[in-house]
Every structure is written in C-alpha cells, then in structure tokens.
C-alpha cells in the first residue's frame, strides 16, 4: 500500500473507452495516480502485474474474460490488492460472485463521482464498501455460508492451525466487519500490522481472501464476542 507514501494508485478497467477516460480522469483530478487502463480482461491481468496498482476499479463485463476471473486472479496472486467493482448490474448473484472472487467493494455505475471517489479512497484502506442495499445482502451470504456444513477435512489432518492471540484478535474484529484502519487504531497498532496479521492468518488457515477469512471466524463465533 502507498498509505503515507504518495498518491493511491489506482487502475481502471473497462471496456467503454470514454467511460474508462472519464474515470481516469476524474481520478488523476482529485489527486490520485492512475497508473494503467485496460479495455479487456486478458489485458487487465497482464499490466495489472505489471503496473501493481493499490486499487483496481473494475468492471464485470469484460470481452477476453470475465471480471470475476480476473479478480479472482490478481487477488489470488496478491491477497494485499484491493478490488472496487464498479458495474451497472445491481444483481445479487452478480455481487455475491465478484465478492466471493475476492472483491473489497462494489459500487453502481450510478454512483456520482463523488461517491466514487470517497469508495476508491476507502477500499485502498481496506474498508468494504457498497452501494446503499448491497452491504446488507453480502453479510447475509457471509453468515448463510457460516451456517453449511464446512468441508471435510483430509484424513488424518486436524484442521486447526495455531494462531497467536494478536492473529485472534484480528480475526474477530475483521469478522465484526471492522476495516483494516479502525483494527489499526483500535489495537494502537499500524495498519501494515494489521495487513501482516492477516496475510499470516490467511496462510496458517489456507484461505485465500477476506471473504473465506470472515466466513472461518463467524464459523467459530468470533463475530458475537
């Protein structure tokens, strides 16, 4: 993250280009660094890497692929990027998806430029954001999920990693909905802390994103304490 270190960096993938120049633009005018575009999903993976944003603001409905498959791919790669969907679809199945693929927020293309320009600031600090309505649904998908039986375990393998006790307490104020910055004040820690805690936890559980990472701790009722 460039937090404290120069302007956020910021990518915008679309594939209308005056859509995609007005977003930029809008952008680079209110002092973020813009520092790639793409018009395709195959393009958006390849300068992605090349270029590692702070924030990918991206759109669904990509030619070459799918949104979702790109996010879930640079997430995958980078568990500390940070996706801010921006889609005119308002459908629920769309936006359980681009979370489940590891998205930080999603945002209407009806959102004013204002609104868009607060949710890329947020979701660079790691805050979930939503169009009004959509918050709502997605922590309701969380706890359904929460609720189904978890997977089997392998054999002979105990499911049950150590975690410290600041990893713990990380944990459940994630699952609490908490973003990375209030966790930071909260605990009187930085907030790079914060994202160390995280990715360690992420891989001690063998997770892959915030997503599965919220569905663990409400599995253990971490979320109610």
């Given amino acids: 993250m460039s937090e404290g270190q120069?302007?956020?960096r910021v990518m915008v993938v679309d594939d209308h280009p005056m859509w995609r120049d007005a977003v930029a633009r809008d952008l680079t005018e209110a002092g973020f660094e813009v520092v790639a575009t793409a018009g395709?999903?195959?393009?958006?993976?390849?300068?992605?890497?090349?270029?590692?944003?702070?924030?990918?603001v991206l759109d669904l409905n990509l030619p070459a692929k799918p949104g979702v498959q790109v996010c879930k791919e640079l997430v995958g790669a980078d568990p500390a990027l940070r996706v801010l969907v921006l889609s005119a679809s308002g459908e629920h199945a769309d936006?359980?998806?681009?979370?489940?693929?590891?998205?930080?927020?999603?945002?209407?293309?009806?959102?004013?430029t204002q609104e868009l320009l607060d949710a890329v600031r947020r979701t660079a600090v790691g805050d979930p954001v939503f169009t009004p309505g959509l918050a709502g649904l997605v922590l309701g998908e969380y706890r359904?999920?929460?609720?189904?039986?978890?997977p089997a375990a392998d054999a002979g393998e105990p499911r049950a990693?150590?975690?410290?006790?600041?990893?713990?307490?990380?944990?459940r104020l994630v699952a609490k909905g908490l973003s990375y910055k209030q966790i930071a004040e909260r605990?009187?820690?930085s907030h790079r802390t914060v994202q160390?805690?995280?990715q360690n936890t992420l891989g001690k559980l063998?997770?892959?994103?915030?997503?599965?990472?919220?569905?663990?701790?409400?599995?253990?009722?971490?979320?109610?304490?």
Avoid: F, M
């Fill in 6 to 8: 120069g302007p956020i």
């Fill in 40 to 56: 395709d999903g195959e393009q958006a993976v390849r300068r992605a890497r090349a270029a590692a944003p702070d924030v990918l």
């Fill in 95 to 112: 936006v359980l998806e681009a979370v489940k693929s590891g998205a930080t927020g999603y945002l209407l293309k009806s959102a004013s």
């Fill in 144 to 150: 359904r999920l929460a609720a189904e039986p978890a």
């Fill in 161 to 171: 990693p150590r975690l410290t006790d600041r990893e713990t307490e990380v944990l």
């Fill in 187 to 189: 605990l009187v820690i």
């Fill in 196 to 198: 160390n805690h995280v």
């Fill in 206 to 225: 063998q997770l892959h994103n915030r997503v599965e990472l919220v569905r663990y701790a409400i599995e253990r009722g971490l979320d109610g304490e």
